[in-house]
């Protein structure tokens, strides 16, 4: 590992030690520009302090993935240790302004993630030429960034990318901490440090079974209460909707070179959709906190996952919003569908068990097994929770609501939420 440089103080973890290297990469604009992308975006309208950023959490997960590459039982070297580092701290650059929200627009312009843009700022920015100075690989930390390094041992790539990943660490405990719900407050330490390496995929001892169960009910809690919280929800429809709107005239989208990407952060996205006409009326009601409003909602467990999954594919989602529109007697436009979903325990790795499972390995550190045949609890989390909203304008909510049950089905009056 290169030589100490200093420490960060992190309202999280405290103090967190970096090195020279480390130091370098984060004077950099890729990482920088991350100081300018809020984490939670919106969140803040429903907790005021979730005004937190990309940087931070990238830091956070680079502190995480060097514990746990310390503490892993096989003894990784300095320069492993240095790695898993450097992958976390660049995990996140490929993210756009407004983190997912703007995700949506990349998926249907360019069908990409921020997965897929990672690596390609890693590869084309100054980035690649302070890695390879310091005697690391770009190309490897491009793709262990997003868990994708065919070269490196499974369980690298699990570290960065999996169900109990550092990544997932940190953001639980650092959206709680800063909107000051406390679903996340959970003994991540404890994972950490119970966590081994069997057949190269990394697991979780036996002993840290209750940690892991409160692991996977902070992050569906989390889920329910702050990631799609349905005011926040509400703010990112309109801004999608102003993204879309925008992006004939800005161009979002057409960025050929990562350095046109890294141009693109809230700040100055920002200003030019409050510039462009299309977009101008959106974001002013945004400023003025004119949201949509929820008129119905359903949750789906895992036997009804097809029926959200349906609503996800954007010419069936528009066809039930114009019915609804219809028998309401309002524009198309004034009705929005929204399926978020979760996989509340997506696992891969190299044992042989189903993806949907967390290997657990047994007290003697031999026997691995399905998560689920040892924890009821599990279990019962196993599979997707699937929200349907229906979102209007706040004059409409009552026929949207009465047209939305007629086509999506009544709820119970044990079911129903006063809005």
């Known amino acids: 590992m290169d030589r100490p440089w200093g420490m960060i103080k992190d309202p999280v973890h405290g103090y967190v030690h970096i090195t020279e290297t480390e130091k370098e990469v984060i004077d950099t604009l890729p990482l920088q520009r991350l100081r300018r992308i809020k984490q939670l975006v919106f969140a803040d309208y429903v907790y005021p302090g979730a005004n937190h950023t990309r940087f931070e959490h990238s830091v956070g997960v680079m502190h995480l993935a060097g514990l746990l590459g310390k503490a892993l039982p096989i003894g990784m070297d300095k320069d492993e240790i240095q790695r898993i580092r450097l992958a976390g701290l660049c995990h996140d650059l490929g993210h756009g302004p407004f983190s997912h929200t703007f995700e949506q627009v990349l998926m249907k312009r360019l069908n990409k993630t921020h997965e897929d843009l990672t690596p390609w700022i890693v590869r084309g920015t100054e980035l690649s030429d302070i890695i390879s100075r310091h005697g690391f690989s770009p190309d490897e930390i491009a793709d262990l960034a997003v868990g994708r390094d065919q070269k490196a041992r499974p369980f690298m790539n699990q570290i960065i990318s999996s169900a109990v990943d550092v990544?997932?660490?940190?953001?639980?405990?650092?959206?709680?901490?800063?909107?000051?719900?406390?679903?996340?407050?959970?003994?991540?330490?404890?994972?950490?440090?119970?966590?081994?390496?069997?057949?190269?995929?990394?697991?979780?001892?036996?002993?840290?079974?209750?940690?892991?169960?409160?692991?996977?009910?902070?992050r569906i809690e989390s889920f329910r209460a702050i990631y799609y919280h349905k005011t926040a929800r509400s703010a990112q429809i309109l801004l999608v909707r102003a993204l879309e709107a925008a992006e004939e005239e800005l161009g979002l989208c057409s960025f050929k070179i990562p350095d046109e990407y890294l141009e693109l952060d809230d700040y100055s996205v920002w200003a030019d959709l409050k510039r462009c006409e299309k977009s101008t009326q959106i974001i002013r009601d945004l400023e003025s906190r004119r949201l949509l409003k929820c008129a119905y909602e359903r949750e789906l467990q895992a036997e009804d996952k097809a029926i959200s999954g349906l609503f996800s594919l954007d010419g069936i989602r528009k066809e039930v919003e114009s019915e609804i529109a219809d028998l309401a007697g309002i524009p198309p436009s004034s009705v929005f569908i929204d399926t978020p979903s979760l996989p509340s325990i997506p696992y891969f790795h190299k044992l042989s068990l189903d993806p949907m499972e967390i290997p657990v390995v047994d007290a003697a550190g031999k026997c691995v097994l399905k998560a689920t045949k040892i924890s009821k609890i599990i279990e019962v989390l196993k599979g997707f929770m699937n929200i349907v909203r229906v979102y209007t304008y706040e004059g409409d909510r009552d026929r949207v609501k009465e047209a939305s049950e007629k086509i999506l089905g009544r709820l119970p009056e044990s079911a129903r939420i006063s809005y």
């Open 167 to 218: 990544d997932k660490m940190d953001f639980l405990s650092r959206d709680t901490h800063h909107t000051g719900a406390e679903y996340g407050k959970i003994d991540i330490y404890r994972l950490i440090y119970k966590m081994d390496v069997v057949d190269d995929t990394l697991v979780v001892d036996s002993s840290a079974l209750a940690a892991l169960e409160a692991f996977l009910i902070a």
